[in-house]
Structure formats: C-alpha cells, structure tokens
C-alpha cells in the first residue's frame, strides 16, 4: 500500500542550530506512526514543518502524492491533512457541540452572501454540520455533553473533543502532539482507544507522545529523534531493544537527574 504522507529530507535551522537535521519516513493508511525521543529532540518543530507552521529549509513534505511543502495549515487541511496541538485549542465558553461544529467552516465552500442572508444552501450547510458534529461527538464518546460549555469538561474529554473537530474535516492524515499529556491513566484508555478506531476507518496517523506505554500499547511504526537526528525507525520491539535509543533516553535521565 503507498503512503499517505512521506516526509522527505526535512530539515530546519534557527539561529545556526539545527533543530531538524534530514529526516525523512512515510506513513500508510491505516498506520499509527509514533515519533519519540528526549526533550528536545524536535519533535514539535517536526509536526510544524509537516503541517506548515514552520517552512523548512531542506526538504519536502508529499501529502497523497502532491508536494505540500510549507503550504498554509488551512489550505493543508482542506486537502486532507489535519492537526491537534500540545495546548488545548478549545473554545472553553462554547459548548461542546459548537467547538466540534466549528471544524467544519475550513470544508465549507458557500459564498458569504447566502451566509449574510441565510439562504437556502446556507441553512443546509448549517444543519448538515451540526448533524455531521453531533455524529463525531458519539464517536468520541462525548454525545450526552453536547450542550454543556466545553469549560466544564474533564481534561481527557477536552482532548477528545480536540480530536473529534480534527476528525470534523475529514482528514487522510491526522498529527497527533500529545493527546494524553496531562491525561489520567482512565483518559488515556480512552484516548488510546480512539487513537486506533480512527486508524482502523483508514486514516493515517502520525502522533507525538511522551507515555511511552501507550506508544509501544498501538503503534505500528516508530521514528525516534535525538537532536533533530533520526537515530532508529522499525517497530516498537526493535526500537526498544536499540542501542542508540536507550543511550539516548537513559542519558536524558541521567542529565535530569544530575539536575536536581
């Protein structure tokens, strides 16, 4: 099966640093793709060069087959690649039913002037999102919340309404920067479980997290990065048995703990 997305080569520098130096892998539908390694290996700057916060400087980023490479994050989500950050992007005073509609707005298409006079097509665009949201919502497990304000919601529910408006704009690639950080061992079941139904309806995923349980618990594939370097790919049997890698994370341990 050909990938989804392949990232080519990318690389990025700041101030004569280079925070992502030639790194390239590709993920598959269906695929969960986890991307680990210490704090500061940039992981982050990778997932903001993929989804076009960051334009790289060496590199290239193939989205089904078309160079995507720096390309505006909303116009990279209306061609099937959507994102969840580390730092909840909730409207906390909306309710839960109205963030999950509002990822609809990048997949619509109607003129301003049927929204400004509520025309016909803008009224059924309307009812087919909220009809299309309360949808994701039961698939997240958050149907019954629907009208409560989304501020009221339990941390692991407030990422899983995060992922449900991911979902909302029918992604073939779906980034993931840590979905349970700050999560219960509960919340993470949860998360863990959405994680690989989405997988399983065919979306490629590509996720960033830092439980290294749960990476090893529904990954298929893992990249590992140490200072901007891929030090091993393969699954995570061979990842966690590599040398490179447990150098890396024991000697991230023994500079915490030196520290303090």
Do not use: W
């Not at 050909?2 to 695929?31: C, Y």
């Not at 994050?73 to 950050?85: D, V």
């Not at 109205?98 to 301003?112: F, I, P, Q, T």
Request: net charge negative; aromatic share 4%; proline share 3%.
């Amino acid at each position: 099966m050909s990938a989804l997305l392949s990232i080519e080569g990318l690389g990025i520098g700041f101030g004569g640093i280079r925070a992502v130096n030639d790194v390239s892998f590709s993920v598959r539908p269906g695929e969960i793709l986890s991307v680990i390694g210490p704090n500061g290996a940039g992981k982050t700057t990778l997932f903001n060069m993929i989804s076009g916060v960051y334009r790289p400087d060496t590199g290239r980023v193939v989205l089904d087959g078309e160079d995507v490479t720096a390309i505006e994050p909303h116009l990279l989500a209306r061609r099937g690649l959507s994102r969840t950050f580390q730092n909840l992007q909730i409207f906390q005073s909306m309710t839960v039913l109205d963030n999950a509609v509002a990822g609809y707005h990048l997949r619509e298409s109607g003129s301003v002037l049927a929204d400004l006079f509520s025309l016909p097509a803008s009224r059924r665009r309307a009812r087919e999102a909220r009809e299309g949201a309360r949808a994701l919502l039961a698939r997240v497990g958050l149907d019954r919340a629907a009208e409560r304000e989304a501020g009221n919601l339990s941390y692991g529910a407030l990422k899983r309404l995060e992922i449900a408006r991911a979902l909302a704009l029918n992604p073939k690639v779906l980034l993931l920067d840590e979905p349970a950080a700050g999560c219960n061992a509960v919340e993470t079941e949860e998360i863990d479980q959405l994680i690989a139904e989405v997988a399983r309806s065919g979306v490629a995923i590509l996720l960033v997290e830092h439980d290294m349980k749960m990476v090893m618990r529904i990954s298929n594939h893992i990249v590992v990065l140490d200072h901007g370097e891929k030090i091993a790919e393969g699954d995570p049997a061979t990842v966690s048995q590599n040398p490179a890698v447990i150098a890396a994370y024991l000697g991230s341990e023994e500079a915490a703990h030196a520290d303090g």
